[in-house]
Structure formats: C-alpha cells, structure tokens
C-alpha cells in the first residue's frame, strides 16, 4: 500500500515529466495530498494512479498555454497540381494534386513505399518533382522523420539556432521553444542533448523546431514515433490547436487515428515499378 | 546571423565529442614525436597529421550536419553562412590546435625561423577545413570520406615531395614552408609555399562552396496564387 507521502512525490515526479514547472508540481501535490487527508481518503483512492492524475492536471494546465494564436485564416498556403516523381524507370508519385488553405489540416496516408515522404520533401523544397506544379507559402516549418535535429546539442541549442535562421534573438527562441516543448508536456533541460533524450522527446524537439517561427504552413513527417499513448494525443491537439490558429498543416501518417478529424486525406497508391 | 548561430552551434558540438578532440590532439603529436630526431622531417609530419586531424574533422562536421542543415536550408537559412559557419568553427578549432603545437615545436626544437613555423601551421589549417569540406561534398558518407582522406594523406607522406606529380596534392606546401622555417634556405621556398597554399585554398574553398550550395539551396517554390 502506498503511504500518501509516497503518492505524493510521485505525482511530482509525473507533473515534471509532463512539462509542469517544479515548484508549480510540488505545490500541486501538497494540495493533493492535504484535500485527501482532509477528506479522510487515501489520494490513491481519491484521484486515482499518480501518473493518470498527473496526465489530467497537466492537460488542464497547458490548456490555457495552447490557445490559437493570432493569424490570418483562409488563404492558400500549398496548391499541388499533377504533381509527379519518377526515380529513373520507378514513379513514385503519379498526378498528386491538393489545395491546402490556413486552417486546414491534411493527411498523407499511404502503404510503405507509396511515397509520403517524398511528397513532403517535395512540398518543403530539399526534392525537386519531376513534373507538375508546386506553389507553397515561404513561412513553412519543417519537420523531416529522421536527423532533423543535431544529437550534440540541448533543446535550447536548438531554439537558438533555429531561432537565427528565423531573425528571433536567442532569448525570444528559447522562451517560444520552451513553451510550445511544455503544449507538448516536456520540459526541456538545459545539461541533456538530443543524443540524451528519448527517441519520443526527441521527436518533441523536431516538431517544436517546426513550428518556432509561427509558420503558415506547418509540414510534419510522422513526427509521433516514439510518443507515449498522452503525447500522441497531445500532438494531434497541438496539430488542431494549429489549425484552429490559422496555419495550414499537412501530416503525414501511415495511422488512422483521428483522421475523421482532418479536412484533406491525400491517399498514394503504393508506387510501381513501370 | 546564420553564419554566426551555426558556427557557434558547430563548436558546442565538437566540444562535445572530447574523445574525437582527444585524437585530434593526438594524432600529431605521434606524427610529430616519430620524427622528432630529425627536425624537417618532425615539422612536415607535425604539419600532416594537424592537416589530417582538422580534414578529418571537418568532414565529419559536415557530413554529420548534412540532413540538419537541408532542413535549416529550407526553413530560409542561407547555404553560404551554413557552409561557411561550419567551415568558420573547424578552422577556429584547427587554429587552437595549430597554437598549442606552435607552443610544444618552439619549446622542443631549434627553429630559426618562428614566425614561418606560425604560417606553416595556419596555412595547413586553412587548406585542411575546405579539403575535408570537398571530401564530404565528393564522398558523403563517413567510413567512406574517412577513408579516402586516409589515402590522400598517405599519398601525401608517400609521395617523393621532389616529384611533379606531388604538387598536385593539397599541402605540397608544407614541404616548402617547413624547409623555409628550420633550414638555410632562400625566400624562393616561401614564395613557391605559398604560391601552392593560395591556389589550393582558392580551389578547395571555392569546389566546395559552390558544391554545398547546389546541395543546401531548396528548390525555388513560387507563392500560391
């Protein structure tokens, strides 16, 4: 049996983990643990296992964080048209079209091999298509599946740099980096670098990064390999909350979660060999 | 701004990587120690193995860096302060390098000329961040590029210095540098080193400028209509 105590530094140790300040964590189960005692209960008993008490307590407290932000909705921000790509004899990618406007979400869904990562490097300009038209807004965040991120350097390193590119100051970068990381529930720590961190958070870098400079158009890789079951439906909030805020986001995905909820689904049929 | 962030970002992580700065360290001093018997021979090979250590460093850097600086090439950063930033980073490393050996050479030999040691050490340093860059640009893996920077530079220590053929290769110049600072010889020497060091710097710089920005610059992408 767990004493109150014990309960208690748990749900510490779970608000931490969920991006909650420390001194905010502590505070929040000291009062857990006292309106349990008062109430003559077992915390446990009363609020259930610490880490789901802290999973509610922390969506609760970012929720606030996340409202959209101020942008403009409704324009065009990626127009596909008979987009193509062959690899020598192989097309990977035949007649793609798409309009995506701000405040729309799309998903790319397709077997392995059909070519969803190609579209989006297609989209972000670091592949060139072999035939048809691409238009893309220039105010784009990135987020590529793999070595989007440098495994030498910490979270706010990252904020920094990135924030360069974008003409932020390094102050500006680390304060914006830091709080989409906590819409996210993770709190960066300044000693880990990338190399250190796990291959979820380190996926939470790589689409915090995405989004830094506010962009128009938000382009994410299946950046959720590696999240927990919370941080997977985090992500989907944060790509909503995107949305609701104005900027076009276009997912790749090869799973069906939540794709009811999405206003484009862009399926590619598996590539051939032809 | 993006040649500074990227340098600076470029040496916060080679001072990560100790072990790799420990060999870098290393790797000349055993070059040098070899040869420490015979002071020409001791500074060319000190020169070699600095000229290998900060190539090698370099090609690492950049071939690391690859995917991170697509991205960052995407999102608006410029290809010239990214390669630039990478290649300012290696050289300052390599300075330090250059520094520490010019400190250990002048405490351990006689060398008539010192300030010609100076300029034997900074021009390998120069040359050896854009040959390392031109590597990774030519062969972009790492066990790869590693390996055919190993064979310029055993070409390089192999090669009669005397033969024509042996100016074709990147720090020729060492040869004439370091005969220039230890030995009696005539300004000709100094003037044919660098002479050598400007033309392969200019080439090196310039092959893997060009080459990096081709591979960093996204493809141009109009706006909506």
Known sequence: ?274 | MTLTAVSAATLRELSRRRVALLFVFVLPLVFYVVRVEVPWQALRFLALGIGWAVATLALFSHVGARRLDQRLGVIGASPTGLFFGRQLAVVVTGLGLAGIYFVIVALTQEIPRLPALALLLVTTVLISAPLGAVVSLVVPRELEGALALLTIMTLQLLVDPADAVAKLLPLWSTRELSAYAIEPVGEDYLYRGLLHFAVTLVLCVLLAWVVSYFRLRPVRLLPPA
């Open chain 1, 1 to 274: 049996m767990m004493s109150p105590q014990e309960w208690g530094s748990q749900l510490v140790a779970h608000l931490l983990e969920a991006g909650i300040e420390p001194e905010q964590a502590r505070l929040l189960a000291q009062d857990s643990v006292a309106e349990a005692e008062s109430a003559g209960e077992d915390p446990a008993a009363l609020y259930g296992p610490a880490v789901a008490y802290a999973y509610v307590v922390g969506q609760t407290l970012r929720a606030p964080i996340a409202a959209p932000l101020d942008r403009a909705r409704g324009a065009v921000v990626l127009r596909l048209t008979e987009v193509t790509k062959r690899y020598g004899r192989r097309t990977v990618l035949r007649g793609v079209n798409l309009t995506l406007h701000g405040g729309e979400v799309a998903a790319v869904v397709g077997a392995n091999g059909s070519g969803k990562s190609t579209l989006l490097n297609i989209c972000a300009g670091s592949t060139r298509a072999s035939g048809g038209t691409v238009e893309r807004t220039p105010r784009v965040g990135y987020a590529p599946q793999q070595y989007g991120v440098s495994p030498f350097l910490t979270a706010q390193e990252h904020f920094r740099l990135f924030g360069a590119v974008h003409r932020m100051s390094g102050r500006k970068s680390v304060a914006t980096g830091s709080r989409l990381a906590q819409q996210l529930g993770w709190l960066p720590r300044r000693d880990i670098v990338a190399a250190h961190l796990s291959g979820g958070t380190q996926q939470k870098l790589n689409v915090v990064l995405s989004e830094l400079n506010r962009p128009d158009l938000v382009l994410l890789d299946e950046p959720y390999q590696g999240f927990d079951q919370h941080t997977y439906l985090d992500f989907w909030d944060q790509v909503f909350a995107w949305r609701d805020a104005g900027a076009g986001v276009l997912v790749v995905t090869h799973l069906l979660h939540d794709l009811d909820r999405v206003d484009h689904l862009l399926e590619l049929p598996k590539a051939d060999e032809s």
